[in-house]
């Protein structure tokens, strides 16, 4: 019951980290060709994540776990897919969108885990936190592949199929049998 949580953790972190690992590489390069200060300031768009995390997991309790989550992956893709765009204020948004939606995946899936865990509650949470932090470290090495070979596109193409896991991994695990009136009840 526990693996399909930890394994949105990896696709979510995962998706974020190398989405802004290389957001920055690809507004140096043109038709941005920003200075690399300018490309880091990018970072500015986080408190969408800290309205994100409140916000979204609120709304958890009332439409569901597993359909927030895979909005929350949809959310992300879309931010994605604006960051492809050639208009800076689009790459901008794109990526103040992922944030939103990786904060909000986040925040499901994580308070998810004290709902599903029936005993070593504890336990349960770090395993989530280390499949989490892979998901930084394996995504986000492999992005630098997708960078290196493909550029942006490659990144996108690494980023949207994780996040087309993460959507199936709420269709066709987290939903089965599980009604958002049960979850809300523990």
């Known amino acids: 019951r526990l693996v399909p949580l930890f394994a949105l953790g990896f696709l979510f972190m995962g998706a974020f980290v190398t989405t802004y690992n290389y957001v920055s590489y690809h507004l ?9 200060a300018a490309a880091g300031s990018v970072f500015l768009v986080y408190p ?34 604006l960051i492809a765009t050639d208009s800076l204020v689009l790459v901008v948004i794109g ?19 004290g709902l599903r865990a029936t005993t070593a509650k504890a336990q349960a949470s770090a395993l989530y936190l280390f499949f989490y932090y892979i998901g930084a470290s394996v995504a986000g090495a492999a992005g630098g ?13 690494f980023v949207g199929a994780l996040l087309a896991a993460a959507v199936a991994v ?17």
Request: charged share 15%; aromatic share 14%; hydrophobic share 50%.
């Open 95 to 113: 990526t103040a969108t992922v944030t939103f939606g990786f904060f909000g995946g986040h925040s499901v899936a994580s308070s998810w885990i």
């Open 145 to 157: 592949t997708m960078w290196d070979k493909w550029r942006w596109p490659g990144v996108e193409l």
């Open 170 to 186: 709420t269709l066709l695990v987290l939903h089965r049998g599980e009604t958002h009136r049960f979850e809300s009840a523990l």
């Open 28 to 36: 140096v390069d043109p038709p941005y060709s920003l200075s690399h």
């Open 48 to 81: 969408f994540g800290i309205f994100a995390s409140a916000f979204i997991g609120s709304r958890a309790d009332r439409v569901g776990r597993p359909r927030m989550a895979r909005l929350m992956a949809v959310v992300m893709l879309g931010g994605v897919v």
